[in-house]
T-cell receptor, first 117, second 110 residues
């Protein structure tokens, strides 16, 4: 089954304790991205990656890191989490970074609900 | 990418057609209209997209006005499982970012 998986689904942590949220897709998609969703603010893009070893900042990258060492994985790293990073996080992937696939749909993972105390 | 305007909420009776409007008056010629929905706090799900022609798939129909300044997503026979937030997004074909606004919260009532 084609899917995007995220782990963990729920996480409660404390300020300053480094954490990683994993994201994996099995569709051989080139493009992957991370979003956070907060009440009243909709989904905002954190980082995206157009292919292996190619990443770029989205709208709200501060406090986050990403890496893309393999095509299928795109982990989100919070080096020193703070309470304002408490949010619902979604990973997404799609084929192509534009080009001949300009209108392809984006597949979203199930979400990771993070609470930073 | 052009900005979109949607009503914050709508109700629809189960079994009836749900018509969700979206205004995108500043849309440019190379921008597509996409619709996604988000059920509760699950990941958003793609529904349909279009450029200027009306489109239909197994989930919904998309009607785009001739001037492309607005569109309507039609769920022909709404069910309780269609209760969700529906997002209308306008985006250039080669853009990297999908900008999700607040969307329309559709409640399908029994």
């Amino acid at each position: 089954e084609a899917q995007v998986t995220q782990n963990p689904r729920y996480l409660i942590t404390v300020t300053g304790k480094k954490l990683t949220v994993t994201c994996s897709q099995n569709m051989n998609h080139e493009y992957m991205s991370w979003y956070r969703q907060d009440p009243g603010l909709g989904l905002r893009q954190i980082y995206y990656s157009m292919n292996v070893e190619v990443t770029d900042k989205g709208d709200v990258p501060e406090g986050y890191k990403v890496s893309r060492k393999e095509k299928r994985n795109f982990p989100l790293i919070l080096e020193s989490p703070s309470p304002n990073q408490t949010s619902l996080y979604f990973c997404a992937s799609r084929a192509g970074a534009g080009g001949i696939f300009p209108y392809n749909e984006q597949f979203f993972g199930p979400g990771t609900r993070l609470t930073v105390l | 990418d052009a900005k979109t305007t949607q009503p914050p909420s709508m109700d629809c009776a189960e079994g009836r057609a749900a018509n969700l409007p979206c205004n995108h008056s500043t849309i440019s010629g190379n921008e597509y209209v996409y619709w996604y929905r988000q059920i509760h706090s699950q990941g958003p799900q793609y529904i349909i997209h279009g450029l200027k022609n009306n489109e239909t798939n197994e989930m919904a129909s998309l009607i785009i006005t001739e001037d492309r300044k607005s569109s309507t997503l039609i769920l022909p026979h709404a069910t309780l499982r269609d209760t969700a937030v529906y997002y209308c997004i306008v985006r250039v074909a080669y853009g990297q970012n999908f900008v999700f606004g607040p969307g329309t919260r559709l409640s399908v009532l029994p």
